[in-house]
């Protein structure tokens, strides 16, 4: 058992905040104190941990030099404003926010043995939840395949754009399913029972930000910078559970029995047969695995492995990925 | 002007069915009389046609010597009980049901020029609304890519499957907003706020008999007996518009402005620019044309092509091209 440590949380407040907190509880993980943090609009509000209430404070006016780790998950520019003063505080942090370029991308199912060199304090990133569902994935076959290249569609839930996206599909279903004109606010259109092809702003080149962080960060968690990866994120009108249909090119025939028994072996992996399928709601929702069904060659060809991905995209996507990537940092810290 | 023809609807009272009738009267086809005929359970209902109600009758008593053409959207085993009688009786027949193996599929804006060489009576299948997407949105692309593979992910709506699938979405939508309990009945399991990574039943290989068709199709329509086509077809909680992301493999560089410049060219595709993107609800529902979007390369790849469509399944994808491929063969009987 390592000793306990002092650790912030700033982002408390937040879906995956929250979650990370709960998980810090259910895993037992070492605590001495925990400081909940948020901006100046989310400060003041409690948050319970370990039976107590726990009241999230300012992060503006937070000391780091009192806290060994801070996980950060209040968005790309508190992590840039703060997360390097953590860091000169002598405080390693463990960013969720993607806003960090510098930070190092780690899912510990795929590339966790990188934290034996790092130095401390550390700066990881906990990448995206949908690099996370990948990694874990696809890891565990790379012995396994010659893969050319990665092709995904990741059909992503609303939750991943936080709470105000959760309530806006609810309310525009409800809006609809009672015959009211429909006024989108959130979202810049209709989310329910319909699929936005883009997640956020495109560039010049016709990608959205968070395709070409899936591909770097992918390329990074696997270890091969080379690797050609193809991918499409789309909003689907699903409240929780991101999904993902992916295609593997291999330069040789996949065998799919290998496969089935590497996907089996894998701890963070569940693997639904092919009578049956996972779904998001059905599923992934809650649970800490990343579910694994409809594996198959592709049809005329055994070079081929396609894949159907489904992960709860706050908890094992996010949150309980941060931990994971705690629970190594602290073997070092003892 | 073409000749008045005699003509059958059967299947005249499902959703595709009743769609035909309406594109006959809204392009004015050239119609006589029309029989309007569907399965026992359905017949004694009426459809109105031209302003006025045609009855429809049971298809098991009818005559097909009456008619010229019969368009069959009434399931696969109606399609192979009655359409080899029809054309017997001297009848064309466009079968919508995928069940008939010899019907030539056939979407005018891809393999149109087949009909010349046809005899007659002559047996056309009008294809899956998948394969009609993406043959409109693909072959003007033919003469400008050196096409190594399409790789497709299939968004269905639920209409795709009936009426009774539509209901279902609804129902268990309110249920859902009402927090009441839910109990699936159209579909296996929850649709509503969730994805299905399956439709149909998987054979051995772990393949949809939909996903087989959609390659065969695409391969006969495309004039590419060898492309190689992944597809992964999936239940997404839509009413109506197919949607696919599609990612095509070439081997040479792609010019996305000649790819541009041949999308806007063709008659029955609608691009749309890369600061916006079309969305089934919002563009795709009752429109005659198929939706382009997010056109673009691979990311670090200048030899895939990266696009978004999104159609009306039981418009475009099904009723309307029955009753292009009708206006062919009309010009072939003159």
Known sequence: MSQPLDIAVVGATGSVGETLVQ??????????????????ESAGSSVMFAGKKVRVREVDSFDF????????????????????????????????????????ALVPEANGE?????????????????????????????GLLDIERVQVMACLAVSSQGREAVNELARQTAELLNARPLEPRFFDRQVAFNLLAQVGATDEQGHAALERRLVSE?????GLPELKISVSCVQVPVFFGD???????SRQSVDLQSVNQALDAAASVERVENDDYPTPVGDAVGQDVVYVGRVRHGVDEDQQLNLWLTTDNVRKGAALNAVQ?????????A
């Open 114 to 142: 990188v934290v034996d060199s790092l130095a401390l304090p550390a700066l990881l990133a906990s990448p995206s939840s949908a690099a996370v569902a990948l990694a874990v994935a696809l890891a565990p076959l790379k």
């Open 243 to 249: 999904s993902f249909s992916v295609a593997v090119q």
């Open 23 to 40: 998980i810090l509880e259910e895993l037992e993980f070492p605590v001495a104190t925990l400081h909940l943090l948020a901006s100046m």
């Open 65 to 104: 030099a009192q806290v060994k780790l801070a996980f950060f998950a209040a968005g790309a520019a508190v992590s840039r404003s703060f997360a390097q003063k953590a860091r000169e505080a002598g405080c390693s942090v463990i960013d969720l926010s993607g806003g960090l370029d510098d930070a190092l």
């Open 325 to 333: 990537l705690a629970q190594l940092l602290i073997k070092k810290m």
């Open 218 to 222: 992918l390329r990074v968690l696997l």
